[in-house]
């Protein structure tokens, strides 16, 4: 069995499987038995079900399987975590209890017993929460329930007796802040089977303070507000760090507050992790005098499927027993095996070693963004935090670089929102980028409701499973500064973009600051109904055309149809962009290529009428032909043998007569220049084809859409001044007046000073049959310049 776990292709999968193995042998020892007698096969049960069974090997290989799914699908990472030698023992936890709890249930008992007082007293020892006890569960959320049951049982006596009743005379409150996590509220109603008056949202500081922190004073009126009402202040939950940005609130202001009503005080976050470490600052300190704190162990140490454990203080073991904080099943205290043995696993030295990383990555990420221009830190204030936010930002004449809650009546508000929704559009590509280039960064994109779009780096919550490394912060610092370039470029390419495109008859400007590039572009058709909304047929295929034919260019530009999900007529996105990008030569190039398409699309659409028409036309002429043949070479000649004789005594001097169908003109044309003067006749003339009104002259290597002035990355800068000289002397050559031709008799110049004036004529005369507005007929070369 060992060789057939080896050929399994997930390394993990296949230690994982030798882990359990090893674990049951030394376990079960000799008393594994096989009944091979018991087992029957059906028929009717399709499927692995069928036969005598499926091993271990057969089963991996199918979790395997239903993990990564089918091979023809899009490639995926190997390993979602980095699940290490801690992580297995965590996972062979639950493969224990699940042995364990087969054992007599005295011996059970002892050793359930021995696993929960452990556990809690290493976690209380570890976060500094003295003589307290301990609830593990699986859904995080889950203990704040608990403990809010607990308030109410502490709180209403007899609600034991008279249940809901007695909460109608006295209706509790759970105050939250503003800046907890989504959901928590409505989490805790339907738990509780509370009415959703009874919570209440206190709002964040607006003024003074951080933005994300618990408005201290407001929270006491509003306690006041509901003791008149005739309610119940019950439970208030405070945060170690927002799950947003990672905000403390002020814990021991607020624990004053509690003790004063009389309220429970509950805290939960990603800074109480620091409560492990030597030096621990005085907010996140003052979390240790609180009722009850949810720590979240699996992600600080990286461990998968650990129980989040809920530490709390009470001295009723009857409450607790009723709130459901304790029980007596020897299933529920099996709960904390994981932990238990993760723990003994990494020692108090590796813990503290973990979580010491982690905030070490943070402060890291933080320095480095502070030397990067353009990248505001928005808890820089946090020095204790672990939780580092950023994003994007151009400080544009006349704006604000730092948005704030506060109205500012000065400016507009369309203009206000407009540059709110262009700086998310940049922050959010921004994210994505980073995220692509350092995936074990652990980066998040989030929407901030005052902020707007920013990144967070939570190495806590990522860093033990991801293995970031300080490395991958330093390239993380660096990725962000050289995407920089290209953000303050495309920010500041979207106006003249706009300007130009408005400017340009045929083309329409499309406002869309949700997309993270120079701009949106609609090409309006002959047929185009502006006021109508509907799907247009016809601009479809024109943008799907004019779409292909910018990428066939080859620019430093991304062209796309936009996202699937708009409802809008067909337009070209056009993406970010970087410094040396000419506008003017863009926006020519769309309009020039749609005008282009749009004419030949029509000519195809009238190509088959066209044709049609022409045929019948061609068939009249040539039964007319015909019959004036007729009547000219007469009846007789008509004859089979008659006709032969008198053509060869007489023969009809007649001229062949045909038609040609020019498909450009859509019209018929006689043969009789290709026969007679055996040349093929012109006809109309087609039109020209739609060229620009100015003639780019592009170096050789260089992209389209680049500045000529600022040189081609292919080319020296020696090279590149050479031809900027040519182009130059050529463009004043153009522009002077075309010297006199000299005469055939007359004096011939010197060798020496031949040469120059025959390349100044050759080139004037050249440069002179470029130019459109000139008409005149060209005069044949002088034999000087041959």
Known sequence: ?????????????????????????????????????????????????????????????????????????????????????QGHIALLGHSLGAYISTLDKEKLRKLTTRILSDTTLWLCRIFRYENGCAYFHEEEREGLAKICRLAIHSRYEDFVVDGFNVLYNKKPVIYLSAAARPGLGQYLCNQLGLPFPCLCRVPCNTMFGSQHQMDVAFLEKLIKDDIERGKLPLLLVANAGTAAVGHTDKIGRLKELCEQYGMWLHVEGVNLATLALGYVSSSVLAATKCDSMTLTPGPWLGLPAVPAVTLYKHDDPALTLVAGLTSNKPADKLRALPLWLSLQYLGLDGIVERIKHACQLSQRLQEGLKKVNHIKILVEDELSSPVVVFRFFQELPGSDPVPRAVSMPSAAPSAVGRERHCCDALNRWLGEQLRQLVPTSGLTVMDLEVEGVCIRFSPLMTAAVLGTRGEDVDQLVACAQSKLPVLTCTLQLREEFKQEVTATAGLLHVDDPNWPGIGVVRYEHANDDKSSLKLDPEGEKIHAALLKKLNELESDLTFKMGPEYKSMKSCIYIGMASDDVDISELVETIAVTAREIEENSRLLENMTEVVRKGIQEAQVQLQKANEERLLEEGVLRQIPVVGSVLNWFSPVQASQKGRTFNLTAGSLESTEHTYVYKVQGTGVTPPQTPTGTRTKQRLPGQKPFRRSLRGSDALSETSSVSHSEDLEKAEQLSGAPEPDTPEPGGPEPPPSTRAPQDAEQTGALRSGAQRPEDNRPQVEEPESLR
Do not use: W, Y
């Open 1 to 85: 069995m060992d060789a057939s776990l080896e050929k399994i292709a997930d390394p993990t999968l296949a230690e994982m499987g030798k882990n359990l193995k090893e674990a049951m042998k030394m376990l079960e020892d000799s008393q594994r038995t096989e009944d091979e007698n018991g087992k029957k096969s059906s028929g009717d049960i399709p499927g692995p079900l069928q036969g005598s069974g499926q091993d271990m090997v057969s089963l991996l290989q199918l979790v395997q399987n239903l993990m990564h799914g089918d091979e023809d699908e899009e490639p995926q990472s190997a390993r979602i975590q980095n699940i290490g030698e």
